[in-house]
């Protein structure tokens, strides 16, 4: 018995040392932001409290709650009105919707800043029809904070829509027939009935959503705006300031792991929602009328607006610049990018699985506690991150080369900082948690009884996982790694501040023509993101496409 024992736990070793190597590499960047923070000067914070640090919260408070509001009515009232009604269209909506998720909101911001600004289409077709010159009208100012939290909540608020959509699916005829027979009307039972049901899931999409508008770099730095985001950056590169850049990081970083927990808590409340042994979906109702033209309305504002207006533009914006994307220029470009979207994506789902796998084999507080740290970085600004991994490897790279120096009279260079290696790791603390949820879904489909009969065959846990879990697991290994690969080709702060010398990417070279107001440019890059974003937005869409009512594989009996 005690050698089985032994056995168990020898075979067990390497899955656990994985897990815990994977959740220790996501904790770092917080460890070592706070370790910055506490031992730089004190002279750079006071200065940031009398000048900009007011700014800064201000800004990023009212950006917030601009698009916590915005988010929220667009996602909650288009998830309600495909979900609950029928319409002219209804269909196409229920995957349009979701379509503005594939554009990053600094690309939103250039395709709009060229339409709207002052030479833009839109104000030079207003001053050839009136006559008016630049002065003798007033036109709202796309470059501000409002037009930033507008960006933002049209790339944002399909957080809001998948999440609400999926709990009215879930929702069960009985209550809303209930309001119905008590004189209710559809408005009514909405609001009394589908609203408060649905409430933890709506909760937790805005806070999704109000998580990201705080890591946005690209769209604020780009508008002019100062936000945390911005001021890292600034302290960082512009001050040369690694010690301020820290300390606005731990700002940043305590208010993002409150939202985290937030919305870790609204995940906890939208489990305890039961339909009851008896589910029976809400029958669907007709619009007629003004009802079905508005619904129209309501539903493509958005899609109009998100996702065709944009990518019109773009398109046109990207054949006026005469850029060639097969040029030995943008391949480079273009290599760098999945060269990074690879490798970033491939590392964190390795990481992700042996952090589900040895949750699921070895369930204990020390499982489940490294499976929570290792999701801490998607509430995290890919600005914080890079500063938290900068900070220790920077310091690991200089002893090295010292030592090297000291001893051999050679100098070895920066090893991991003047590499990709530490923006990789970066990405995988940045992204772990998408995998992660992704892999634990599918392993729920999986019964422990085919751990048992593996086992008694004599597996050890990777040959388990090597030749039972993840061929079955194998829909879901492909989705984890695609929607990694898609947000690391998004991803701009991170990149940006940690990427080796001369070692551009498509995000970056976007950025940086949108920076010097060459919009057109910036339009071929962009285009290429949103592409390459397209494609997990229809996996998830046609995912939930299969719980609507009717649906053979969703039907629920006793």
């Not at 499976?371 to 002893?399: K, Q």
Request: glycine share 8%.
């Amino acid at each position: 018995m005690k050698d089985r024992r032994a056995k168990a736990v020898t075979a067990n070793r390497p899955l656990k040392i994985g897990a815990l190597a994977a959740a220790a590499l996501c904790l770092l960047p917080m460890i070592a932001v706070a370790i910055a923070a506490a031992t730089g000067s004190l002279d750079t914070l006071r200065h940031l409290a009398d000048t900009v640090l007011l700014r800064y919260t201000l800004t990023t408070l009212q950006l917030m709650v601009l698009v916590a509001v915005m988010t929220a009515v667009i996602g909650v009232s288009t998830a309600w009105l495909v979900t609950m009604t029928r319409f002219p269209g209804v269909r196409i909506f229920e995957i349009a919707l979701a379509l503005p998720f594939a554009f990053p909101a600094y690309v939103m911001g250039y395709a709009y800043t060229d339409f709207l600004d002052h030479p833009g289409a839109v104000q030079t077709a207003l001053r050839a029809v009136t006559g008016w010159g630049p002065r003798d009208y007033w036109f709202p100012e796309v470059r501000s904070v409002g037009g930033a939290a507008i960006m933002l909540a049209l790339v944002l608020y399909p957080y809001v829509y998948l999440l609400a959509r999926t709990a009215f699916l879930q929702e069960s005829a009985t209550a809303n027939l209930a309001a119905r027979s008590m004189g209710r009307n559809a408005w009514g039972a909405f609001w009394r009935v589908s609203l408060p049901m649905a409430r933890p899931a709506i909760a937790g999409g805005v806070l999704l959503a109000v998580m990201e508008t705080i890591a946005d770099f690209g769209t604020v730095s780009y508008f002019g705006i100062q936000t945390f985001a911005t001021g890292i950056y600034t302290s960082w590169f512009s001050l040369a300031d690694r010690g301020g850049a820290a300390q606005l990081a731990l700002c940043l970083l305590i208010f993002a792991l409150f939202l985290a927990i937030l919305e870790r808590i609204q995940r906890g409340q939208a489990k305890n929602h039961n339909a009851g042994k008896r589910f029976e979906r809400c029958p669907p109702i007709r619009l007629t009328g003004w009802g079905r033209l508005g619904a129209v309305v309501l539903c493509g504002a958005p899609v109009l607006f998100g996702f065709v207006l944009p990518l019109v533009l773009l398109l046109t914006m990207g054949l006026e610049s005469e850029q060639n994307l097969f040029s030995n220029r943008y391949l480079h470009f273009l290599q760098n990018s999945i060269t990074l979207a690879g490798v970033g994506a491939l590392a964190t789902l390795i990481a992700a699985i042996f952090i589900a796998f040895n949750q699921r084999l070895n369930p204990s507080r020390l499982s489940t506690s490294s499976a929570h740290l290792a999701r801490i970085g998607y509430s995290v600004p890919g600005g914080v991150i890079a500063v938290g991994l900068l900070v220790p490897f920077a310091f690991f790279d200089n002893w090295v080369d010292a030592q090297a120096r000291a001893w051999f009279g050679v100098s070895t260079g920066l090893i991991f900082t003047g590499t990709i290696t530490v923006l990789v790791m970066a990405y995988m603390v940045r992204f772990m948690a998408a995998a992660l949820n992704t892999l634990e879904g599918g392993l729920t489909t999986i019964k422990p009884s085919v751990d048992g009969v593996a086992r008694t065959l004599g597996k050890s846990p990777i040959p388990m996982l090597w030749r039972v879990h993840l061929p079955i697991l194998r829909p879901s290994v492909f989705t984890a790694m695609l929607i990694v690969f898609v947000d690391v080709m998004k991803e701009l702060p991170a990149t940006l501040i940690m990427r080796p010398f001369n070692f551009d990417t498509l995000a970056v070279q976007a950025h940086r023509l949108a920076a010097d107001e060459r919009l057109a440019g910036a339009a071929v890059p962009s285009l290429v993101i949103v592409a390459v974003g397209i494609l997990p937005v229809i996996l998830v869409c046609r995912s939930l496409a299969r719980q609507r009512p009717g649906t053979r594989s969703n039907r629920s009996h006793v």
